[in-house]
C-alpha cells in the first residue's frame, strides 16, 4: 500500500502541486458549472414570466375549438408546454411543435407532478415522462382553473454540458503541463540537495576505521540563507571537523607505525646479542650449577620468543607502510604440502586431512609470506583445539580465484572474540598464558599479508566447525599462468 503514495522529495512535492491545482480546478469548475446552471434557469423563468401563459389560457376553450378560439402558438418557441388543471386534475396538456400545438400523454407521476404545482407564478423543476425535463410555473385561469406553462430545461443542459467538457479538457491540459513543468521546477530547485546527498553518500562509503582517507570537497552553497544551503553549510562544517579528526587519528598512527618499526629494528640487534650470549654459555664445558643452567634455558627460550615477536611486529609495520612484496610465481600446492607435513609432526595428536585439486595451484606473491599465512592457519588451529580435532587443508582454484581453507571441527571460536579475530594481540584463551602461547600477532599477519596481495581472509565459527578461507583474486592466476 505504501508504494502507491511518492516516497522522494521530488515526487513528493509534484504531487502535493498537482493535487493542490486539481482542487483548485475542481472548486472553479463546480463553481462556474453551478453558476451558468442558475443563470441560465433564470433567464428561462423571465421567458415564462414573459410569455403570460397565453399557450396555456387558449387550452381553456380547447373543447370548441374554432377560428377564434384555438390554442394560441403565436410567439411561442418550439416545445412551449401548457396544461390545465380543473380541482387537481389535468385536463389538457400539449406542447408547441412546429408552429403547431400537439398532445402530450400523461403518466400518473406526470398527473401529481403537476398538481402538486403552487399556482404562484414562479418556476419550478419538473422531468415529464414524455418530455423530460422542465421549467413550469402555474398562475390561476379565469375559469377557476390552473394554467401551467412550461419550457424545456434541454438548452441549459446541453449547454452546462458543453462547458463542463470544456472544463475538463482545459483542467486536465492544465494539470498535465502543471506536472511536467512542475516536476522539472522541483527537479532544478533540489539539485543542490542531491548534491548534498551524494557528498554525504560519498562519505558514507569512506573507510574511516583507518588507513589515510580522503575527504570529498566541500557541497558549493549558492545561498546559505534557503533551507537546502543551511543544510549544505552545516555538512560541509561536520566534513571539516570530521577531516581534522581523521587527520590527527592519521598523524597518530603513523607516529605508531614509525615507533613500532624503528622499535622493532633496535631491539633487533639487542636480543640477537642476548640469544648469543646465552648460547654461547650454555655450550660451556665447565661445570654449570644446576640453577644457573635452568635461568639460561630460560634466557635462550625468552629471547627467541622475543625475537619472533619483534621479526612479527617489524613486518607489520612494514607492511602498513605499504612496503611492496616480491611479485613471482609462486607453486601454492607446495607450500601446502610443507606446511601440512610440518605441521603434522609439530601436532601428531591431530588428525591432518588434504584436500587439493590434481593440478598445481600457483598464484603471484612472495613466496615466504604465502608460506607464513599457511604455517600461521595452521598452527592457530593446532594450539587451539584439543587433541584428536580433525583440521582440514582445502585447495580450490577456479574462474572465480583461489581458495585455501583451513577448518577443523573442533569447539569453536568465543563470541566475544570473533568480530576482532584478525587484530593485533588478539587471544582467544584470556587465561592461556604468554609462554604457552604465541604472540597474538599470527592472524594478523595473516589478514595483512593476504590483503597486500590483493586478496581476502573470511572466518566462520561455530561449536564443532571453525574455517579460515583466504581467497585470492583470479588476475594473481592469470598473470603466473602467462
Known amino acids: 500500500m505504501r508504494r502507491l503514495f511518492p516516497r522522494t522529495l521530488r515526487s513528493q512535492l509534484t504531487a502535493g502541486l498537482v493535487a493542490l491545482l486539481a482542487l483548485a480546478c475542481l472548486a472553479v469548475g463546480v463553481t462556474t458549472v453551478f453558476a451558468l446552471e442558475g443563470f441560465l434557469v433564470r433567464r428561462v423563468d423571465q421567458q415564462l414570466s414573459a410569455s403570460g401563459g397565453r399557450f396555456a389560457a387558449s387550452l381553456e376553450h380547447e373543447a370548441r375549438p374554432d377560428a377564434d378560439n384555438r390554442p394560441d402558438t403565436r410567439g411561442q418557441s418550439e416545445g412551449t408546454f401548457g396544461a390545465r388543471l380543473l380541482r387537481g386534475t389535468t385536463t389538457q396538456a400539449a406542447v408547441v411543435r412546429a408552429a403547431a400545438d400537439a398532445q402530450v400523454p400523461l403518466t400518473g407521476d406526470d398527473r401529481r407532478a403537476l398538481a402538486a404545482l403552487p399556482p ?195 613486518l607489520l609495520a612494514r607492511l602498513d607502510a605499504g612496503r611492496a612484496l616480491e611479485r613471482a610465481p609462486v607453486d601454492l600446492t607446495r607450500l601446502v604440502l610443507d606446511a601440512t607435513d610440518d605441521a603434522r609432526a609439530a601436532g601428531p595428536d591431530h588428525r591432518w586431512l588434504l584436500e587439493l585439486p590434481e593440478t598445481v595451484v600457483t598464484v603471484t606473491g612472495d613466496e615466504h609470506r604465502l608460506q607464513q599465512v599457511i604455517g600461521n592457519l595452521l598452527a592457530n588451529a593446532r594450539s587451539h583445539t584439543p587433541a584428536g580435532t580433525a583440521v582440514t587443508v582445502r585447495l580450490l582454484a577456479d574462474a572465480h580465484g583461489t581458495r585455501l581453507t583451513v577448518a577443523d571441527d573442533g569447539p569453536g571460536i568465543p563470541d566475544e572474540v570473533r568480530s576482532e579475530i584478525f587484530g593485533r594481540f588478539v587471544r582467544a584463551d584470556h587465561s592461556r598464558s604468554r609462554a604457552a602461547g604465541g604472540t597474538g600477532l599470527g592472524l594478523a599477519i595473516v589478514h595483512a599479508v593476504v590483503t597486500a596481495h590483493g586478496g581476502s581472509v573470511a572466518m566462520t565459527s561455530r561449536p564443532g566447525h571453525t574455517a579460515f578461507t583466504v581467497t585470492f583474486p583470479p588476475a594473481a592466476a592469470d598473470e603466473s599462468g602467462s
Not at 407564478?121 to 406553462?149: M, Q
Not at 566534513?239 to 622493532?264: I, K, M, P, T, Y
Not at 644446576?290 to 639460561?296: G, K, S
Open 120 to 314: 404562484d407564478g414562479t418556476g419550478h423543476g419538473i422531468r415529464l415522462s414524455a418530455l423530460g425535463r422542465y421549467r413550469v410555473n402555474a398562475v390561476p385561469g379565469d375559469d377557476g382553473d390552473v394554467l401551467v406553462t412550461g419550457l424545456p430545461l434541454h438548452p441549459v443542459e446541453e449547454t452546462v454540458h458543453r462547458l463542463e467538457a470544456v472544463e475538463a479538457a482545459v483542467f486536465g491540459g492544465a494539470l498535465l503541463v502543471t506536472g511536467v513543468m512542475g516536476a522539472m521546477w522541483v527537479r532544478l530547485s533540489l539539485r543542490p540537495l542531491r548534491r548534498v546527498t551524494a557528498t554525504a553518500a560519498s562519505v558514507a562509503e569512506l573507510p574511516l576505521a583507518s588507513g589515510e582517507v580522503a575527504m570529498p570537497a566541500p557541497v558549493p552553497v549558492a545561498d546559505p540563507h534557503t533551507e537546502v544551503g543551511q543544510v549544505g553549510t552545516a555538512l560541509n562544517r561536520m566534513l571539516g571537523h570530521v577531516g581534522n579528526a581523521l587527520e590527527r587519528r592519521q598523524a597518530g598512527e603513523e607516529r605508531l607505525r614509525h615507533f613500532a618499526a624503528d622499535a622493532s629494528h633496535e631491539l633487533r640487534t639487542p636480543v640477537a646479542h642476548v640469544r648469543g650470549h646465552a648460547e654461547l654459555a650454555l655450550r660451556h664445558h665447565g661445570p654449570v650449577p644446576a640453577e644457573v643452567r635452568r635461568a639460561l634455558d630460560r634466557i635462550q627460550s625468552e629471547s627467541e620468543r622475543m625475537s619472533r615477536l619483534v621479526d612479527d611486529l617489524l
